[in-house]
């Protein structure tokens, strides 16, 4: 049967369409500052000031593919682009109390949440963080146009591995790069352009947990790799990291990792009662990242 989204009564709308439910927002917060002296501090009559507007930032759970994905696989591709669009506030009949409009918008950070095989029942929240160049109250008292889907929601204990040298089956835990994007033009004043620089985008690092089954074939394949003393660029993995439905059957995501190169390997504490058997974390810094929807 179909689902109702928007429970929460919270909706992310870019370029005029209903693109996600949102869990929590934060809108955006202003300031209004002194602005510097200038050359000729005689000639002001009154005080400058200077107007800046903070990020904005949403959890939200990726469900289906549209407009919202588009705008994050560009960010992701290092070719970010604008939108428009409103976070609207409805209460239980669907009735729009706060419309919280946004112009020229650029992502400025995506959060990824945590896959862990042995956490059932989690759901795979984004975390969202943008800066619009403008932010006004639009109107409100009209219905929110309620969007169903048939699609269920990915958990973060159903996934899959693939690209790993010594077998991707004992991943059980993968903590992905957070992304960010530096601004790099001005975002105060009434011109705001929070415009971020084409293919300046930032990964952190990847983490996967490799459980006790493989930890020793981990711990091996490092060895060999380290040997010389040096990592080259030519010994990146690339991997892929897949969504599986619940069945672990059907791919509801992938999200690919490109040149994947070891940075470090760390062995989980031995002893202290911990209730699972120690494994090993291998580190890599990552080249770069795409994501994709079934």
């Given at each position: 049967?179909?689902?109702?989204?928007?429970?929460?009564?919270?909706?992310?709308?870019l370029?005029?369409?209903?693109?996600?439910?949102?869990?929590?927002?934060?809108?955006?917060?202003?300031?209004?500052?002194?602005?510097?002296?200038g050359?000729?501090?005689?000639?002001?009559?009154?005080?400058?000031?200077?107007?800046?507007?903070?990020?904005?930032?949403?959890?939200?759970?990726?469900?289906?593919?549209?407009?919202?994905?588009?705008?994050?696989?560009?960010?992701?591709?290092?070719?970010?682009?604008?939108r428009?669009g409103?976070?609207?506030?409805?209460?239980?009949?669907?009735?729009?109390?706060?419309?919280?409009?946004?112009?020229?918008?650029?992502?400025?950070?995506?959060a990824?949440?945590?896959?862990?095989?042995?956490?059932?029942?989690?759901?795979?929240?984004?975390?969202?963080?943008?800066?619009?160049?403008?932010?006004?109250?639009?109107?409100?008292?009209?219905?929110?146009?309620?969007?169903?889907?048939?699609?269920?929601?990915?958990?973060?204990?159903?996934?899959?591995?693939?690209?790993m040298?010594?077998g991707?089956?004992?991943?059980?835990?993968?903590?992905?790069?957070?992304?960010?994007?530096?601004?790099?033009?001005?975002?105060?004043?009434?011109h705001?352009d929070?415009?971020?620089q084409?293919?300046?985008?930032?990964?952190?690092?990847?983490?996967?947990?490799?459980?006790?089954?493989e930890?020793?074939?981990?711990?091996k394949?490092?060895?060999?790799?380290?040997?010389?003393?040096?990592?080259?660029?030519?010994?990146?993995l690339?991997?892929q990291?897949?969504?599986?439905?619940?069945?672990?059957?059907?791919?509801?995501?992938?999200?690919?990792?490109?040149?994947?190169?070891?940075?470090?390997?760390?062995?989980?504490?031995?002893?202290?009662?911990?209730?699972?058997?120690?494994?090993?974390?291998?580190?890599?810094?990552?080249?770069?990242?795409?994501?994709?929807?079934?």
């Open positions: 049967m179909a689902t109702t989204r928007f429970a929460s009564q919270l909706a992310l709308e370029d005029g369409q209903v693109a996600a439910s949102l869990r929590r927002c934060q809108p955006a917060s202003l300031r209004v500052e002194p602005a510097p002296a050359p000729e501090p005689e000639a002001v009559l009154r005080p400058g000031v200077r107007v800046t507007l903070g990020e904005m930032a949403a959890e939200l759970d990726l469900v289906e593919p549209g407009p919202l994905l588009d705008w994050l696989q560009a960010t992701l591709a290092g070719e970010p682009q604008a428009s409103a976070v609207v506030v409805a209460d239980h009949n669907l009735t729009v109390q706060r419309r919280i409009g946004f112009s020229g918008a650029w992502l400025s950070a995506l990824w949440p945590v896959l862990d095989a042995a956490v059932p029942r989690n759901p795979f929240t984004l975390g969202l963080r943008w800066l619009a160049g403008q932010v006004d109250e639009g109107s409100a008292g009209d219905k929110l146009q309620a969007k169903t889907t048939r699609r269920k929601l990915m958990q973060t204990n159903n996934f899959r591995v693939l690209g040298p010594f991707g089956k004992a991943v059980g835990r993968v903590l992905l790069p957070a992304v960010s994007v530096p601004q790099v033009a001005d975002s105060t004043g009434s705001r929070p415009r971020p084409p293919g300046l985008r930032r990964l952190d690092e990847l983490a996967l947990g490799i459980d006790a089954r930890a020793a074939a981990a711990r394949w490092v060895r060999q790799l380290v040997a010389d003393g040096q990592v080259d660029a030519g010994e990146g690339d991997l990291v897949e969504m599986l439905d619940a069945a672990l059957k059907k791919v509801m995501a992938s999200i690919r990792l490109d040149g994947c190169l070891l940075r470090g390997m760390d062995d989980d504490l031995l002893g202290g009662g911990s209730d699972r058997a120690p494994g090993v974390t291998l580190r890599f810094a990552v080249a770069g990242m795409a994501l994709k929807m079934a």
